[in-house]
């Protein structure tokens, strides 16, 4: 059974770096065609891609809008994959999501979600 | 980016209706496509893959087409559990982007 679970703390205050981590488990970042990303979704919007991470160490995709405030990490013998956002502000409070993405020839998508972790920026 | 828009952004409908989703890309993305259901408070829940693939598990009243700029998500028959947000997501060019969402009320 795969799990994705994500934490970190619920309120940050302006200009503080939100940490979040990401543990699964029922997978493998080992796998070849397997990654995590990482997606926000402020209150009553839309959904936001920030980060990808795939198998390969050096394969780390970012949002370009955000690619200054954002480091996305893994250790694979955790199963965790934590991502970093600098300079965080208000309009950075959302639900923050990590999921299971597959990596394939002619397909790519996201398939298994954590349950999000919602995070407020207010002083 | 790559921008993903819609239409419409919200349908009400009733159980039984046929429901058709449209989602248009700024520029083409072959079949790079997915198609998400997401629930109040829950996270979405893959759909559709590359345009007209049906995920595991997914019920056979789902259907998506399209290739290039332009993609449908049609349900056939609507059913109680259907009422929900329906997000598209190209996944052919860094961002991955999604659309703004459509949300189907009864």
């Known amino acids: 059974q795969i799990t994705l679970m994500e934490s970190g703390p619920p309120l940050v205050k302006p200009t503080q770096t939100l940490t979040l981590t990401c543990t699964f488990s029922g997978f493998s970042l080992g796998t070849s065609g397997v990654g995590v990303g990482w997606i926000r979704q402020p209150p009553g919007k839309a959904l936001e891609w920030l980060a990808f991470s795939l198998w390969d160490d050096d394969d780390k995709r970012y949002s370009p809008s955000l690619k200054s405030r954002l480091t996305i990490t893994k250790d694979t013998s955790k199963n965790h994959v934590v991502l970093t956002m600098t300079h965080m502000d208000p309009v950075d409070t959302a639900t923050y999501y990590c999921?299971?993405?597959?990596?394939?020839?002619?397909?790519?998508?996201?398939?298994?979600w954590g349950q999000g972790a919602l995070v407020t920026v207010s002083s | 980016d790559i921008q993903m828009t819609q239409s419409p952004s919200s349908l009400s409908a009733s159980v039984g209706d046929r429901v058709t989703i449209t989602c248009r890309a700024s520029?083409?993305?072959?079949?790079?496509l997915n198609w998400y259901q997401q629930k109040p408070g829950k996270a979405p829940r893959l759909l559709m893959y590359a345009a007209s693939s049906l995920y595991i598990g997914v019920p056979s009243r789902f259907s998506g087409s399209g290739s290039g700029t332009d993609f449908t998500l049609t349900i056939s028959s609507l059913q109680p559990e259907d009422f929900a947000t329906y997000h598209c997501q190209q996944t052919y060019i860094n961002p991955w982007t999604f659309g703004q969402g459509t949300k189907v009320e009864i």
């Open positions: 520029q083409s993305i072959s079949r790079f």
């Open positions: 999921a299971r993405c597959d990596v394939l020839p002619g397909a790519i998508y996201c398939d298994y």
